[in-house]
């Protein structure tokens, strides 16, 4: 059963120094909170798994949180570079980053298998690409029945997944809507798992039987922080700010400007001061 | 009309590649606009699908991101991403697949991982995403992105998506049965693949272009088919129809929201 927690108690019980840990969120429900809790407890060399970095894990490059990073596509979403990230890899600052870098469709599949509890995940892909010749996590297989040589990746399984949704019941049952992206399945391969939670409810009231739901026993901690996903959105709650994406590209492209940032809205700050991009909102809708 | 810059004849031209029938995978970006601008002019009941799960989708401002609320919002279904890259893509039902690049080669592959050596970059761009499966599965690929000699190169630092390979018969070879690239749209010209040596070969060369402009701003001895025509310039309705969306979304992405997170 799901614990429902602050969200310093569930960081400090679930992500530990040297961990794979997962946050999860396809550009919607992005756990930032959970993501500055997790530098505020000055966690280190972790072992980063997200198909789409974003400014979440550019923050946590640029801390020097990170010892490697598993992903896909590793930008700011239709402004550019992630500068962190950049300089992580280009210049080893603050600190070298071991990467192992797929493809979407591969990482997709591989959460999955994740999820199924299988060692390894399938697919139709990297046909003449050169991702196979540079990381070595992607082999091929061939199948018993056709003989059609596919490709094979390893299954992931973080330590830890930390997902942001919408709402869940006193119970700790958990509901996600909008673009549900890999969530579920990045929870369900993980062995521990955090979500952060716009609002805690007495009743779930799933909209419709075929919601995503992840039930409470699926789920280690739950923690009430609403707007914990800001400058990303929660679907029915509050937009993206596109606005501050656009930003991060000025104050992530200079060290100095980074650092400032962090001190004085990571470091310095607390989950309780995400509320005010929630709270804004509502009161605009 | 004849006033237009050189990156909406890019846009307009592209646009006009889609129809109603196609089920279209929309990379972001200069794709993403082509592809609302062919649902918002000749092709209304076009299926736009982006990577985040969003299916049917009809946007009223362009996205900033590949998942922006307003895709989900304005979409006939949204399904999650394993479901998206394994049900819909690998399934074979997308049609076609519209990508930009950093950096292309004569035959179409496509760079978006590194520019210098892998494990010592001279540039890290943001990577693959999508593109490696969106371009062996979707049956056939357009690609739009303006021509630069930084961006078409003699050779590619990397394949992060593979086009034609080394030309002719190479993607049959490998086993796929999907077309790959079949049209190439830039701001000064449209490219698409000579059907013996897939080499990209100019087609049709947007108003007022030079053949000497598109030689000197590729970075290969680029040919031209026997046969070039003009691209017709932009229409008053495909012209107000982007300055419209493209209003909008700067306004929608601008906002007022720079405080800190």
């Given at each position: 059963m799901a614990r429902i927690l602050s969200l310093a108690e569930a960081v400090a019980e679930n992500v530990k120094d040297g961990d794979t840990v997962a946050m999860e969120g396809f550009t919607h429900l992005i756990p930032y909170a959970a993501g500055h809790e997790v530098i505020r407890q000055g966690r280190k060399d972790l072992f980063l798994v997200r198909m789409t970095p974003d400014i979440l894990y550019d923050q946590l490059i640029g801390v020097g949180a990170a010892r490697g990073m598993k992903f896909s596509w590793g930008g700011?979403?239709?402004?550019?570079?992630l500068h962190r990230f950049r300089d992580a890899v280009e210049n080893q600052w603050p600190r070298p980053l071991e990467i192992e870098e797929h493809s979407h469709a591969a990482m997709a599949n591989a959460y999955e298998a994740g999820a199924a509890n299988l060692p390894f995940a399938m697919l139709r892909g990297y046909i003449g690409a050169d991702l196979p010749k540079v990381n070595p996590n992607i082999k091929s297989i061939t199948c018993p029945f056709t003989g059609e040589v596919l490709a094979a990746v390893p299954a992931i399984r973080p330590d830890v997944t930390i997902i942001h949704a919408q709402r869940a019941d006193r119970k700790g049952n958990v509901l996600l809507e909008g673009i549900v992206g890999v969530q579920k399945e990045a929870v369900l391969a993980a062995r521990r798992s955090i979500v952060t939670v716009e609002e805690i409810v007495d009743e779930l009231n799933p909209p419709s039987p075929n919601s995503v739901v992840l039930p409470t026993w699926a789920v280690t901690a739950v923690v009430h922080v609403p707007g914990g996903a800001f400058p990303s959105y929660a679907h029915g709650y509050y937009p993206r700010s596109n606005a501050f994406y656009i930003a991060w590209d000025e104050i992530a492209r200079d060290r100095e400007t980074f650092n400032a940032w962090i001190k004085e809205?990571?470091?310095?700050?607390?989950?309780?001061?995400?509320a005010r991009h929630a709270a804004k909102s509502a009161k605009a809708a | 009309m004849t006033d237009f810059t050189p990156t909406e004849m890019m846009t307009i031209a592209a646009s006009?590649?889609?129809?109603?029938?196609d089920v279209c995978f929309v990379g972001i970006g200069a794709p993403s606009a082509a592809c609302n601008i062919a649902r918002l002019t000749h092709a209304p009941d076009i299926t736009l699908i982006y990577e985040s799960g969003t299916v049917g989708t009809k946007p009223d401002v362009l996205p900033l991101s590949i998942g922006d609320g307003e895709l989900c919002d304005t979409a006939l279904f949204t399904v999650s991403v394993p479901e998206m890259f394994r049900y819909w893509l690998q399934g074979g039902r997308i049609t076609t697949g519209f990508l930009g690049g950093a950096q292309i080669d004569r035959f179409a592959n496509l760079n978006t991982t590194v520019v210098g050596?892998?494990?010592?970059?001279?540039v890290r761009l943001p990577g693959g995403g999508g593109a490696p499966e969106i371009a062996s599965n979707c049956g056939r690929i357009f690609i739009t992105m303006a021509l630069s000699k930084r961006g078409f190169v003699e050779k590619l630092p990397f394949i992060t998506s593979m086009g034609h390979?080394?030309?002719?018969?190479h993607r049959e070879r490998l086993g796929m049965k999907t077309q790959g690239p079949t049209r190439v749209i830039t701001d000064l010209c449209i490219l698409e693949p000579d059907p013996e040596t897939k080499e990209l070969t100019v087609v049709s060369i947007h108003h007022g272009v030079t053949r000497e402009e598109i030689v000197e701003n590729c970075g290969w001895a680029i040919k031209f088919a026997d046969t070039v025509i003009e691209t017709p310039v932009p229409t008053e309705t495909e012209l107000s129809v982007l300055r419209d969306i493209n209003a909008r979304t700067k306004r929608a992405h601008q906002g007022t929201d720079k405080e800190a997170a």
């Open positions: 700011n979403p239709g402004v550019g570079s809205n990571v470091l310095d700050a607390k989950p309780e001061d995400f | 006009r590649e889609l129809s109603n029938d050596p892998y494990d010592h970059p001279k390979g080394e030309g002719g018969d």
